[in-house]
């Protein structure tokens, strides 16, 4: 008897699925139209948590690569995201004496490099490009883990003369030698300048914002800065520390002995900015995290008003289909029956639209890493949060329409015209 | 014979605002197996009020109904929902089949919500339904493919699917052309004829001469419950009827 009761109960749950399903299939526009928002609403919740999630562990793949012991030191005093800067005068403290100071004096610290740097359109034959030229020392490689590809890094001694000679980024390289001809050794022209190509720097692709890291030329800073830009003053000095635990010492020593030079009083702000590449990435972090918030919101929304839309068309489908919940009724469905059945509808049409928005979702965020090159990450919570989402959207959103079925009058339902 | 319907004393009133109308005014009859009866009456006269209540649509104001032995006016909305399902088919004017649907689907409806049935029976209790109303070659049809003469057809073998005690049939034949209509009473003639019983609520006072028993309602009351010893043959009336022209 009782497993009779079971299997009674099992055969009517699997009749509901069935009339629920011949229920969707005898209407199939409006059962698209229903699962559209669900479908908009997954997408892009997936998208957007894939783009966040991608800029965020590209980042720190970054960092990582970049070495954390990097410190970067900036002429004025930086109030952090979105402070004003200071006038022209206060981004001129920087000089090339702070830069010798730092390299003699300076505890802690493996590498040192300048860094000034002039945007501009690079010149060989008929092809031309326009990249930034960075006037920086052979250490830069070190500090940016830099590698080169072929040829050689200009020498200490190159910098002590001002040589006309550069170390150039894979872009540029492709861009001014279209044809694979080897540059070592070819002239390129920056401005009036012609530099001497010394070597061609090793490929790092696109970084977290998008933007191409192989884009750049080096030069010694004293060519840039004399015959390029005829400046004295650094834009930055880079330094890395010896191991990322000396950063915070260093960071310290650097500051006693910059204020020092600089004859700053005890009362005194600092005329420059020293920042970590740690501090750097938790800054680049948050920004991230708060783009990755904002953009969720927008998809949630989207999430709910897509559940809005569920429950507007199941809502009218009741009215529209009174007729033919009278006549179940009159053939023997009972409320529950009645109930299941829209639930089951409702269910079945968010979750279907749930997958189908999960593969526009994975489809959008491929599709975005490979036209815009952003990084995108899906993570594997993020489907299943969105899945379960819809599906309880699917009962929240289609109870009350459901409930309204079910509590017709099946005379008057089937009288309805 | 066996009572298939038993009412005693049934009284539907409806409160309309302030007023109180009563549609049914204590109306008593028993229904034997294998009768066709039809119920006539001017409009507004309750045949529908009382074809709700021998469905279990409706519980009547006071009275008791017993459909094959079990009364019902105590029962709750889920179990007559379940005996609806069981021991009763409709039959309605404007067919109310389940649109853009095939026609073993609509006839397997019932048994949709009867979970002693297993898939297989289902299927074949509706194509056996539908080979009986001569539906036998339009199985996969769907219900806005066919005439409407097709689509009562239909709604029949819903209503035999079940193999009810009783077939109610509201103007069954009120949408359709001469013909067709007396197609579909050579139909559920012959299913008189197979032992089941049919009430048939009608307009139509010819059509009571092809039924074994007429009730005439007038204002909620039974005005006349005769039998009828000369019950006609809807075939003959059929082949009496002027060939279709092609032309028409
Ligand atoms: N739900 C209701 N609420 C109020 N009054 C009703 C209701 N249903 C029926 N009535 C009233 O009961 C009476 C009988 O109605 P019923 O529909 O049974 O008539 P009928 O004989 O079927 O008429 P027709 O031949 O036009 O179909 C009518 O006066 C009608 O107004
Ligand atoms: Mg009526």
């Given at each position: 008897?009782?497993?009779?009761?079971?299997?009674?109960?099992?055969?009517?749950?699997?009749?509901?699925?069935?009339?629920?399903?011949?229920?969707?299939?005898?209407?199939?526009?409006?059962?698209?139209?229903?699962?559209?928002?669900?479908?908009?609403?997954?997408?892009?919740?997936?998208?957007?948590?894939a783009i966040g999630q991608g800029s965020k562990r590209s980042i720190q793949a970054q960092i990582s690569e970049m070495g954390s012991n990097m410190i970067m030191v900036r002429p004025g005093q930086d109030k952090?995201?979105?402070?004003?800067?200071?006038?022209?005068?206060?981004?001129?403290?920087?000089?090339?004496?702070?830069?010798?100071?730092?390299?003699?004096?300076?505890?802690?610290?493996?590498?040192?490099?300048?860094?000034?740097?002039?945007?501009?359109?690079?010149?060989?034959?008929?092809?031309?490009?326009?990249?930034?030229?960075?006037?920086?020392?052979?250490?830069?490689?070190?500090?940016?883990?830099?590698?080169?590809?072929?040829?050689?890094?200009?020498?200490?001694?190159?910098?002590?003369?001002?040589?006309?000679?550069?170390?150039?980024?894979?872009?540029?390289?492709?861009?001014?030698?279209?044809?694979?001809?080897?540059?070592?050794?070819?002239?390129?022209?920056?401005?009036?300048?012609?530099?001497?190509?010394?070597?061609?720097?090793?490929?790092?692709?696109?970084?977290?914002?998008?933007?191409?890291?192989?884009?750049?030329?080096?030069?010694?800073?004293?060519?840039?800065?004399?015959?390029?830009?005829?400046?004295?003053?650094?834009?930055?000095?880079?330094?890395?520390?010896?191991?990322?635990?000396?950063?915070?010492?260093?960071?310290?020593?650097?500051?006693?002995?910059?204020?020092?030079?600089?004859?700053?009083?005890?009362?005194?702000?600092?005329?420059?900015?020293?920042?970590?590449?740690?501090?750097?990435?938790?800054?680049?972090?948050?920004?991230?995290?708060?783009?990755?918030?904002?953009?969720?919101?927008?998809?949630?929304?989207?999430?709910?008003?897509?559940?809005?839309?569920?429950?507007?068309?199941?809502?009218?489908?009741?009215?529209?289909?009174?007729?033919?919940?009278?006549?179940?009724?009159?053939?023997?469905?009972?409320?529950?029956?009645?109930?299941?059945?829209?639930?089951?509808?409702?269910?079945?049409?968010?979750?279907?639209?749930?997958?189908?928005?999960?593969?526009?979702?994975?489809?959008?965020?491929?599709?975005?890493?490979?036209?815009?090159?952003?990084?995108?990450?899906?993570?594997?919570?993020?489907?299943?949060?969105?899945?379960?989402?819809?599906?309880?959207?699917?009962?929240?959103?289609?109870?009350?329409?459901?409930?309204?079925?079910?509590?017709?009058?099946?005379?008057?339902?089937?009288?309805?015209? | 014979?066996?009572?298939?319907?038993?009412?005693?004393?049934?009284?539907?009133?409806?409160?309309?605002?302030?007023?109180?109308?009563?549609?049914?005014?204590?109306?008593?009859?028993?229904?034997?197996?294998?009768?066709?009866?039809?119920?006539?009456?001017?409009?507004?006269?309750?045949?529908?009020?009382?074809?709700?209540?021998?469905?279990?649509?409706?519980?009547?104001?006071?009275?008791?109904?017993?459909?094959?032995?079990?009364?019902?006016?105590?029962?709750?909305?889920?179990?007559?929902?379940?005996?609806?399902?069981?021991?009763?088919?409709?039959?309605?004017?404007?067919?109310?089949?389940?649109?853009?649907?095939?026609?073993?689907?609509?006839?397997?409806?019932?048994?949709?919500?009867?979970?002693?049935?297993?898939?297989?029976?289902?299927?074949?209790?509706?194509?056996?339904?539908?080979?009986?109303?001569?539906?036998?070659?339009?199985?996969?049809?769907?219900?806005?493919?066919?005439?409407?003469?097709?689509?009562?057809?239909?709604?029949?073998?819903?209503?035999?699917?079940?193999?009810?005690?009783?077939?109610?049939?509201?103007?069954?034949?009120?949408?359709?052309?001469?013909?067709?209509?007396?197609?579909?009473?050579?139909?559920?003639?012959?299913?008189?004829?197979?032992?089941?019983?049919?009430?048939?609520?009608?307009?139509?006072?010819?059509?009571?001469?092809?039924?074994?028993?007429?009730?005439?309602?007038?204002?909620?009351?039974?005005?006349?419950?005769?039998?009828?010893?000369?019950?006609?043959?809807?075939?003959?009336?059929?082949?009496?009827?002027?060939?279709?022209?092609?032309?028409?």
């Amino acid at each position: 008897m009782k497993t009779k009761e079971l299997k009674d109960k099992k055969m009517s749950i699997a009749n509901l699925f069935k009339i629920a399903l011949r229920a969707i299939a005898a209407n199939k526009l409006r059962s698209f139209l229903t699962m559209l928002g669900i479908i908009i609403g997954v997408a892009s919740v997936i998208t957007m948590l894939a783009i966040g999630q991608g800029s965020k562990r590209s980042i720190q793949a970054q960092i990582s690569e970049m070495g954390s012991n990097m410190i970067m030191v900036r002429p004025g005093q930086d109030k952090g995201p979105g402070g004003a800067r200071q006038d022209a005068d206060e981004m001129q403290t920087l000089k090339l004496k702070d830069y010798e100071l730092l390299k003699t004096n300076a505890k802690y610290l493996a590498a040192i490099s300048p860094s000034v740097n002039a945007s501009g359109q690079f010149v060989r034959g008929n092809n031309n490009t326009p990249s930034t030229l960075y006037g920086i020392s052979p250490d830069y490689l070190t500090i940016r883990q830099l590698k080169l590809d072929d040829g050689e890094m200009f020498t200490d001694e190159d910098v002590r003369v001002g040589a006309k000679v550069c170390v150039i980024g894979k872009t540029v390289a492709d861009n001014l030698f279209p044809n694979g001809e080897d540059p070592i050794g070819q002239v390129v022209r920056f401005t009036t300048i012609p530099l001497r190509v010394v070597g061609v720097l090793e490929s790092k692709g696109y970084n977290s914002f998008g933007m191409d890291q192989d884009d750049l030329v080096l030069a010694p800073y004293t060519t840039v800065m004399k015959r390029v830009l005829a400046v004295t003053y650094l834009e930055g000095i880079n330094c890395s520390a010896v191991t990322e635990d000396m950063t915070d010492l260093a960071i310290e020593d650097i500051a006693t002995l910059l204020r020092e030079s600089h004859k700053l009083k005890a009362t005194d702000e600092d005329n420059f900015t020293i920042r970590s590449q740690q501090e750097m990435a938790e800054m680049m972090n948050t920004t991230s995290d708060l783009m990755t918030t904002l953009l969720l919101c927008v998809a949630c929304i989207s999430l709910i008003v897509g559940g809005i839309g569920i429950m507007n068309i199941m809502y009218v489908s009741v009215t529209e289909r009174t007729k033919e919940i009278g006549l179940r009724m009159s053939v023997g469905a009972r409320g529950i029956d009645i109930l299941s059945q829209f639930l089951i509808e409702a269910v079945m049409l968010s979750v279907t639209g749930g997958i189908i928005g999960v593969l526009f979702g994975v489809g959008a965020s491929v599709a975005v890493n490979a036209l815009a090159h952003w990084p995108v990450f899906i993570q594997p919570w993020s489907v299943i949060l969105s899945f379960a989402v819809c599906t309880a959207t699917g009962v929240f959103f289609g109870w009350y329409p459901a409930k309204k079925a079910a509590q017709l009058d099946p005379i008057e339902a089937i009288r309805y015209e | 014979m066996k009572k298939v319907i038993e009412l005693i004393n049934i009284k539907r009133n409806f409160q309309v605002g302030d007023e109180v109308v009563h549609a049914l005014r204590g109306i008593s009859f028993t229904i034997c197996e294998g009768e066709f009866v039809t119920i006539m009456g001017t409009s507004g006269s309750g045949k529908s009020t009382l074809l709700n209540q021998l469905g279990c649509l409706d519980t009547p104001t006071s009275g008791e109904y017993l459909l094959d032995g079990v009364p019902v006016r105590r029962m709750k909305r889920r179990e007559r929902a379940v005996l609806r399902n069981r021991k009763i088919g409709f039959v309605f004017q404007n067919y109310n089949l389940l649109p853009k649907t095939t026609a073993v689907e609509n006839v397997e409806l019932p048994l949709m919500y009867n979970s002693s049935v297993s898939a297989r029976e289902r299927t074949q209790r509706a194509i056996r339904a539908l080979e009986r109303v001569g539906l036998g070659s339009r199985l996969y049809h769907k219900s806005n493919q066919m005439s409407g003469g097709q689509m009562q057809r239909v709604a029949i073998a819903r209503a035999l699917v079940n193999d009810p005690a009783v077939i109610l049939a509201d103007e069954a034949t009120g949408n359709l052309d001469t013909r067709t209509s007396f197609e579909i009473l050579v139909l559920f003639q012959e299913l008189h004829a197979e032992g089941r019983t049919i009430i048939f609520v009608t307009h139509n006072p010819e059509i009571a001469q092809y039924s074994s028993r007429n009730i005439v309602l007038r204002d909620g009351q039974i005005k006349e419950d005769k039998l009828n010893p000369h019950i006609l043959s809807a075939a003959d009336a059929l082949a009496a009827l002027p060939k279709p022209t092609d032309e028409d």
